[in-house]
């Protein structure tokens, strides 16, 4: 009872990366809560999926298998939860701010009356003092999110509902297994109890995902582009650089929407999420949506002719200049250096 | 056989949160809310064109606009109906102030079970200003009926179904759900087409109950020859809500902090795009270990 759950999400057989990062995050929560960590996967051909689970420290993983369950609808997903939730009384419940999580989490957070955190960068315990009604909460999950496009930090607390539930993106918080023979305790719960034929009504008829080929998110350096880099040629040179070091290519959103780039490149509030030893700023401005993908990077060179450019300010290396002059220099003395 | 569908829009006026220009910040490097204009949420006019495209297919159909806010948010409805919606409702009252998502969801979904029977309801995916994307799966939970998010487009529409495509980060999918539903729609789906002109003429004294009272003696006559022009204004009395359910007391979630995002300036190494200074830098990178 009161523990915290993290609900797990699989594709292929593979437990998501989200997942695997709110797991980790969970383990260090409920550590401190001194509460046990839970796992819910509902999905089908489950087998050995707690195999790739235990590791990340989860006290009870719960698998709900059934061939109906998979790929994801919602209706029975949600009933899935709902009712283990009531039944399990959870004081948090994590969920992936991914396109399942989104879809999944409010539906969930609505049928129970408890509130629910979109898209949370941070999450911390601590305790609220309500002066008004003079009470004081202990161990309250902190729920720390932008809002208004990026512009503001919002701290945000559920006191009196739960589960307190947040959804969180991918790449935000770190991955980590603590050990590989953790055991956990498995749950096998009958379907039939938690769902009923009137949750299948919708119906997938045809599906087309593509398998993610890029790897910028654990790319250590990052070369990215923005508007300013003036054209798909142009990027080029950005490829040329990222070749040399080793490094991948990003992109800010209008060199994206300017046709530069594929989408998929996109770092910030509606892109990735990355945290590089190094990301080579060129021709990029530094708007708050952008930086939010990317302000944790270890260091950062902007290369920019607006001396003013606000990425300027969260630069270790500011280079106030034309990118197409900077980056042939930054290549050929790299080459040099490394002889 | 049924003649055409009931389409219900949600839709939510919000602050220009997009592209923050010089002007909105203040001095202190914050954001000053007020210098941003506000209007119609950019998703929320994709949900509209989806509502729109259907009853262009299906004679008999019926779009309304239901909008939750302030009194100036009437404005909401009235660009629904330059753009074709068939009418529009204000939800309205201090009682809704400091609403959550779960607070909003339920107050508009009170709202849709007193406007009637419907088919349809079409909400926006995200609100750029409180960026959830909640309210949409909130409303249909609390009406009981299925949710699809992320829609692109309607494929097919039938008495009794519709099938839809979602677009997802990596992917499509295509879905067959009954109605009544509800979908969330994304910016991937087509733009909402323009003002009509005819409808402009035709609406642009459209107001709430509110407006015509503020409003000049000379006008007063219209609203009695020309019903269309009441934009109907709802007030938490009327929704048969429980009134710990509604805005600040049925907010499950508190804000219990704010912090403007400020741009604080590091000590940066400052280099000129001279050929010493390059050489230096990757110099420097590769001792450091950072690269290489
Ligand atoms: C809800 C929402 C979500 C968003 N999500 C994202 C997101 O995920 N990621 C994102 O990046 N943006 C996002 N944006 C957009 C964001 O607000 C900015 O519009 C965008 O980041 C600007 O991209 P940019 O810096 O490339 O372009 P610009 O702001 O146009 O900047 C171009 C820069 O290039 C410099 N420049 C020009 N020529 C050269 C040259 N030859 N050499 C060197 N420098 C040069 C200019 O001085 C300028 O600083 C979002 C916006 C909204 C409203
Ligand atoms: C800084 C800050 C952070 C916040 N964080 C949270 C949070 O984490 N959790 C939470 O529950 N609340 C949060 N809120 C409150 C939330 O912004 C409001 O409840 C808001 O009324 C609805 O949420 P949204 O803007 O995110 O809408 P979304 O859920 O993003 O909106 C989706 C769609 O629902 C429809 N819709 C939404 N609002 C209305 C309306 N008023 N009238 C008609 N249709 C509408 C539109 O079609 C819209 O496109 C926060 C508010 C602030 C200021």
Redesign the pocket.
């Known amino acids: 009872m009161n523990n915290l759950f993290v609900y797990c999400e699989v594709e292929d057989g593979v437990v998501a990366d989200v997942s695997l990062e709110l797991l980790t995050k969970g383990r260090n929560l409920a550590n401190e809560l001194k509460c046990q960590l839970e796992a819910v996967v509902i999905g089908s051909s489950l087998d050995q999926i707690e195999d790739q689970i235990s590791p990340f420290g989860a006290d009870v993983i719960y698998l709900f298998d059934d061939p109906r369950l998979a790929p994801y609808t919602t209706a029975p997903h949600a009933s899935i939860l709902i009712k283990l939730f009531q039944q399990e009384q959870p004081q948090i419940v994590l969920l992936g701010a991914t396109p399942i999580g989104r879809d999944l989490g409010p539906r969930v957070s609505s049928a129970l009356h408890s509130?629910?955190?979109?898209d949370c960068t941070s999450l911390e315990i601590g305790d609220h003092e309500d002066k008004k009604a003079n009470k004081v909460y202990k161990d309250l999950l902190y729920?720390i999110?932008p809002?208004?496009g990026g512009n503001?930090i919002?701290w945000?607390i559920n006191p009196d509902c739960r589960p307190q539930m947040a959804t969180v993106r991918e790449g935000v918080m770190r991955k980590q297994a603590i050990d590989a023979k953790y055991k956990a305790i498995v749950h096998r719960p009958i379907i039939a109890d938690y769902v009923s034929e009137t949750d299948f009504a919708v119906q997938i008829i045809e599906r087309h995902l593509e398998k993610r080929k890029l790897n910028i998110k654990g790319a250590s350096i990052v070369v990215s582009g923005g508007y300013g880099v003036g054209s798909k040629e142009n990027f080029k040179l950005l490829y040329d650089l990222a070749d040399v070091l080793g490094a991948e290519v990003g992109a800010s959103r209008a060199a994206v929407d300017a046709g530069y780039v594929d989408h998929e490149r996109q770092i910030g509030q509606t892109g990735i999420t990355v945290r590089p030893k190094l990301y080579i700023a060129c021709g990029i401005s530094g708007q708050v949506q952008h930086r939010a993908g990317m302000e944790e990077s270890a260091q950062v060179i902007a290369i920019n002719t607006d001396p003013e450019a606000p990425i300027n300010a969260l630069a270790d290396y500011v280079i106030t200049g034309d990118l197409a002059e900077v980056i042939p220099k930054m290549i050929r003395y790299y080459k040099e250096n490394t002889k | 056989m049924k003649k055409g569908f009931r389409i219900i829009v949600?839709?939510?006026q919000?602050p220009d949160t997009r592209n923050v220009g010089k002007d909105a910040m203040k001095a202190d490097g914050t954001v000053n809310r007020a210098a941003l204009p506000a209007i119609f949420?950019p998703?929320?006019l994709n949900?509209l064109e989806l509502a729109l495209r259907i009853k262009d297919n299906n004679p008999g159909t019926t779009v309304t606009l239901?909008?939750?806010?302030p009194g100036r948010a009437a404005e909401i409805v009235r660009e629904g109906l330059y753009r074709g919606a068939d009418d529009g409702v204000l939800?309205t009252d201090r009682a809704f102030a400091g609403?959550?998502?779960?607070?909003?969801s339920y107050a508009?979904a009170q709202t849709i079970k007193v406007m009637g029977e419907f088919d349809l309801i079409v909400?926006?995916?995200?609100?750029i200003?409180?960026?959830?994307?909640?309210?949409?799966p909130q409303?249909a939970e609390k009406l009981k009926i299925n949710q699809i998010t992320y829609v692109e487009e309607v494929l097919q529409v039938d008495p009794d179904f519709l099938v839809v495509r979602r677009r997802l980060d990596n992917g499509v999918e295509t879905l067959k759900a009954p109605l009544p539903l509800l979908l969330?729609v994304n910016s991937s789906a087509p733009n909402c087409r323009s003002r009509n002109a005819k409808l402009l003429m035709r609406y642009k004294q459209a107001r709430t109950v509110t407006e015509r009272q503020e409003a000049a003696e000379d006008y007063l006559y219209l609203y009695d020859s020309r019903p269309f022009l009441n934009i109907l204004e709802i007030t938490a009395s009327e929704i048969f809500a429980t009134p710990d359910l509604l805005g600040l007391s049925g907010?499950p979630?508190k804000?219990k902090r704010?912090e403007n995002v400020v741009l604080q300036a590091k000590d940066a190494v400052r280099l000129n795009t001279n050929d010493e200074g390059i050489h230096d830098l990757m110099k420097e990178l590769i001792e450091s270990h950072v690269i290489g």
Do not use: C, P
């Open positions: 509130g629910l955190t979109a729920q999110r809002a208004f503001i919002a945000i | 949600l839709a939510k919000v949420n998703e929320d949900a239901l909008t939750m806010g939800l609403s959550d998502t779960l607070a909003t508009l909400s926006g995916r995200q609100a200003d409180g960026d959830t994307a909640q309210v949409g409303v969330t907010s979630t804000v704010i």
